[in-house]
């Protein structure tokens, strides 16, 4: 396939940006939709308000394919990303019967009380899509692009296999490295933009590099990392850059 097809993710949460919880959803999200032929476009990090959470959804919603919301589902007070989403899209929002029956099931099987603060989690958008928990039980859903999941990296992964069905897949980006020791960026920074201007459909990035050598110093190079649809285009690409060691 040629169709180039765009995501993005809003990382919602204040522990995040505090600093106190470490995000490896982007990571994750990015990995599991590369196979697919969908690329990352644009990530933003949130904080639990709902004008945020809206005003963040509503521009990724426009400007990508898909849009991936992680976190703020839960139970408790600071989970408003439902009524959030709900709000980016004018949508009214109630608990809802099938979400519940999930939800009871779930807690049935534990021996676990529902309460109101858990009814919470069945709280969902006026015509949105669940999306199945395999993790924990308590779904996610989809409204139009958008996709509502977990925060928690193990239920995210969970959910996203039942988001996979439901994307249109695109051309699938390779990627190859070329490393070159002793060689610093400045050093190759003109050759690399004279490859990177012949070759418009091949994304060129380079990436200094220090390993410590054993004795007490260290080696050092640049990493020179090609992606692109095109896999011919790449090799070519590959040839060239190769071809700086010796330049």
Not at 35 to 40: E, N
Not at 45 to 65: F, G, K, M, P
Not at 170 to 195: C, F, K, P, Y
Request: with cysteine.
């Amino acid at each position: 396939m040629s169709k180039t097809v765009t995501a993005g993710v809003v990382v919602i949460g204040d522990e995040i940006l505090s600093g106190r919880t470490r995000d490896i959803n982007i990571q994750q999200i990015a990995q599991f939709l590369a196979p697919l032929g969908i690329s990352l476009l644009e990530c933003r990090v949130v904080t639990d308000q709902q004008d945020a959470i809206v005003e963040a959804v509503r521009a990724l919603a426009a400007r990508c394919d898909y849009v991936f919301t992680t976190g703020g589902i839960g139970p408790t007070h600071d989970d408003i990303t439902a009524d959030a989403v709900a709000a980016a899209f004018g949508r009214s929002i109630a608990v809802r019967e099938d979400a519940r029956a999930i939800l009871e099931a779930w807690y049935a099987g534990s021996g676990t009380e529902i309460t109101d603060a858990r009814l919470r989690m069945a709280r969902i958008p006026e015509g949105a899509a669940l999306i199945d928990n395999p993790v924990t039980g308590a779904p996610g859903f989809q409204v139009e692009n958008v996709f509502v999941l977990a925060g928690v990296p193990k239920i995210a992964r969970g959910m996203l296999e039942d988001v996979a069905p439901r994307l249109t897949r695109g051309a699938v980006t390779h990627s190859l490295t070329v490393r070159l020791e002793n060689a610093r960026e400045g050093d190759i920074a003109e050759a690399l933009q004279s490859i990177q201007d012949r070759h418009e459909g091949v994304s060129l990035g380079s990436y200094p590099w220090f390993e410590d050598d054993g004795e007490g110093g260290f080696r050092r190079g640049v990493a020179l990392v090609a992606r692109g649809t095109d896999e011919a285009a790449l090799e070519q690409v590959r040839g060239e850059l190769e071809g700086l060691k010796t330049s």
